[in-house]
């Protein structure tokens, strides 16, 4: 299974950008997709995910300006960045649990990472 991300880029404070990752491969079904973010000197942090039932969780600091959504059928998850701020510069990661022949429990995949950078 590999998950392929795009959309990232550099975009002033205020500014917009969507995030698209795709998932393929051998894959039954996608339990979960989402996103999390690293930035320099800190941890990894979950941004926001959306469930298989459209269960959806955001971060406090990206709630209202982020919208996570999801297209089953294409195995594809995006987030929608608007009102970007300086402090959301990071890598975001794609990531999906996903339920392949390799047995009944769904298996954690990472995509490679694309960079965020907010500045003016």
């Known amino acids: 299974v590999q998950l392929q991300a795009s959309g990232g880029g550099l975009v002033q404070p205020g500014g917009s950008l969507r995030l698209s990752c795709t998932a393929s491969?051998?894959?039954?079904?996608?339990?979960?997709m989402g996103w999390y973010r690293q930035a320099p000197g800190k941890d990894r942090e979950r941004v926001s995910q959306?469930?298989?039932?459209?269960?959806?969780v955001y971060a406090d600091t990206v709630k209202g300006r982020f919208t996570i959504s999801r297209d089953v059928d294409k195995n594809t998850v995006y987030l929608q960045m608007n009102r970007l701020k300086p402090e959301d510069t990071a890598v975001y990661y794609c990531?999906?649990?996903?339920?392949?022949?390799?047995?009944?429990?769904?298996?954690?995949?990472w995509g490679q990472g694309t960079q965020v950078t907010v500045s003016s």
């Open positions: 959306i469930t298989d039932r459209r269960y959806i």
């Open positions: 990531y999906a649990e996903v339920f392949t022949p390799n047995g009944p429990t769904p298996e954690p995949y």
């Open positions: 491969g051998s894959i039954f079904s996608i339990n979960l």
